[in-house]
């Protein structure tokens, strides 16, 4: 079992930066993909942002160059660096966990946090 506890959310306005803080608990960390979604009011959930177990990662079209995701094993934590932040970016923005243990895929998520651009 993981949990996934997400911080760092909050109210920004146009422009101005966050970084969210998801920190997992339960298990190996590093054995997991990581991934940020986000979910707008009235809209799907949607992929943000990924990271592989090696570090390899992909973004939606939407945050190139402005958002960063990372990683740190030794702290069992994924970060999402977002810069340039826009009011289409407020959403709940939700950390996801991915992975195969001895033959069994597991998926986790997080409770949210909430990010609200104004402009």
């Known amino acids: 079992q993981v949990q996934l506890v997400e911080s760092g959310g909050g109210l920004v306005q146009s422009g101005g930066s966050l970084r969210l803080s998801c920190a997992a608990s339960g298990t190996s960390f590093s054995g997991y993909s990581m991934a940020w979604y986000r979910q707008g009011s009235g809209k799907e959930r949607e992929l943000v942002a990924s990271?592989?177990?090696?570090?390899?990662?992909n973004y939606v079209d939407s945050v190139k160059g402005r958002f960063t995701i990372s990683r740190d094993n030794a702290k069992n934590t994924v970060y999402l660096q977002m810069n340039s932040l826009k009011p289409d970016d407020t959403a709940v923005y939700y950390c996801?966990?991915?992975?195969?243990?001895?033959?069994?895929?597991?998926?986790?998520w997080g409770q949210g946090t909430q990010v609200t651009v104004s402009s």
């Open positions: 990271i592989t177990r090696s570090g390899a990662t």
């Open positions: 996801n966990a991915v992975g195969v243990v001895l033959g069994v895929g597991y998926n986790y």
